[in-house]
């Protein structure tokens, strides 16, 4: 059974910075193409960083310059390190892993971790 657990999650003031990481089991994760994605309250969930299995990172536009994510191949999976929030990035985030292979594709997610960035 995959399972993919986020931390990392709390209350943060603006301007201030969280680690978050995705610990997985019953899954190679190094076949997989690791992300995190959030959903922000009355709003739909929206793609936040990626790593693929090479090792090649993508972002979304509202938070390049300020989120680095990472992955580990012998302990958690994926981190995002999350620098300078604004209250924007209020959300529950949310691991995904995802892979296609033969046309098949398999997507895992984790249950999210809350975000709050308020004074």
């Known amino acids: 059974q995959v399972q993919l657990v986020e931390s990392g999650g709390g209350l943060v003031q603006p301007g201030g910075s969280l680690t978050l990481s995705c610990a997985a089991s019953?899954?190679?994760?190094?076949?997989?193409?690791l992300g995190w994605y959030r959903q922000a309250p009355g709003k739909e969930r929206e793609f936040v960083a990626q790593?693929?299995?090479?090792?090649?990172?993508n972002y979304a536009d509202s938070v390049k310059g300020r989120f680095a994510i990472s992955r580990d191949y012998t302990g958690n999976p994926v981190e995002l390190q999350m620098n300078a929030l604004i209250p924007e990035d209020t959300a529950v985030y949310y691991c995904n892993a995802v892979r296609i292979t033969n046309g098949i594709k398999n997507d895992f997610w984790g249950r999210g971790t809350q975000v709050t960035v308020s004074s």
């Open positions: 790593i693929r299995r090479s090792g090649i990172p």
């Open positions: 019953g899954l190679t994760f190094s076949t997989y193409d």
